[in-house]
């Protein structure tokens, strides 16, 4: 991931106005379009009001994506964005013929304020922080099998395309673009919030201590393929209370400006996490986990103990 950041910040701060908003008109780029108050407008008629789709496909190429995908037969890339709705944007990257067959990549963002006032982030300073907010997104090979190397997790359709951390660069690097004071999202899955963790942490730290204890009880004795099932299936049980996990995250973070950042490293904050971490010990209901794997077809390659 560090290796990624540097490398994408090197290439970033080349990045010139003309190059994200390539291929546009002449008139789209006039001074009273572009810019207010010394700094870029937003308009709808590019994704997040800044990248035109020539300045994302230039994008994709300058951060060496096109080379990867094309390692992995993934070629003639396009990338489509529907701005029709003005809060929430869309992208789209699709390997040869536009069609959902082919569809490699969709993106739904939107950015605004995120409102922290009251229960457990009672003490969050008094700011209403603007954030790039995502919704959605889906990296997929539709080329790519599933096999015991690589199983399908919930929801999944088609392998990942394993280039999550530079998507992860990109979006923070379009953030600091857009002026935003970090990342948000709601994980609809478990797996997802588990991969997202590298960088990001819950909002609520009765999450980010669920999340923790997971890792703690049965990442360390399974692989995440069968938790994220048993998660899918609510066959996590908290010996604790006796009753079974149902995933139902909050928002997770990840925070760009320093006083988001000290917040969230607060000794308060991880104090909480930790006294939340105490209400949990997970374990794999067995017997439900193997009778819904079996139900729904899903494989599982290792021995439940």
Request: aromatic share 12%; charged share 25%.
């Amino acid at each position: 991931m560090d290796h990624y950041r540097r490398e994408y910040m090197k290439i970033a701060r080349k990045l010139t106005l003309s190059e994200i908003q390539g291929g546009a008109e002449p008139d789209d780029l006039s001074l009273d379009d572009l810019i207010t108050d010394g700094r870029v407008k937003q308009s709808s008629k590019y994704f997040m009001g800044v990248f035109s789709k020539a300045g994302l496909m230039y994008i994709v190429k300058a951060f060496g994506l096109a080379e990867d995908m094309k390692k992995q037969g993934l070629q003639n890339l396009k990338i489509e964005i529907d701005t029709s709705d003005p809060y929430t944007h869309r992208l789209y990257a699709y390997a040869g013929k536009i069609c959902d067959n082919n569809k490699i990549c969709e993106m739904v963002l939107k950015q605004g304020p995120m409102h922290f006032s009251s229960g457990f982030l009672s003490q969050f300073p008094n700011k209403t922080p603007n954030f790039l907010q995502v919704e959605w997104l889906l990296l997929q090979n539709p080329t790519k099998q599933f096999d015991k190397k690589r199983p399908p997790l919930p929801g999944q359709k088609h392998p990942g395309l394993g280039v999550g951390d530079q998507m992860m660069q990109l979006m923070i690097i379009m953030t600091r673009r857009l002026h935003l004071e970090g990342i948000i999202n709601k994980p609809r899955y478990f797996h997802t919030a588990f991969m997202f963790t590298k960088e990001f942490i819950f909002t609520n730290p009765r999450n980010q201590a669920i999340l923790m204890a997971i890792n703690r009880d049965l990442l360390s004795k399974y692989n995440v393929h069968t938790v994220a099932w048993a998660a899918h299936f609510d066959c996590i049980i908290n010996q604790v209370s006796g009753s079974e996990l149902i995933w139902d995250p909050d928002f997770l973070i990840l925070p760009l400006k320093k006083y988001l950042i000290k917040y969230f490293r607060s000794k308060d904050f991880h104090k909480e996490v930790a006294l939340q971490a105490k209400k949990f010990k997970f374990s794999i209901n067995t017997e439900k986990f193997l009778e819904c794997a079996h139900k729904n077809k899903i494989k599982i390659y290792e021995k439940l103990g």
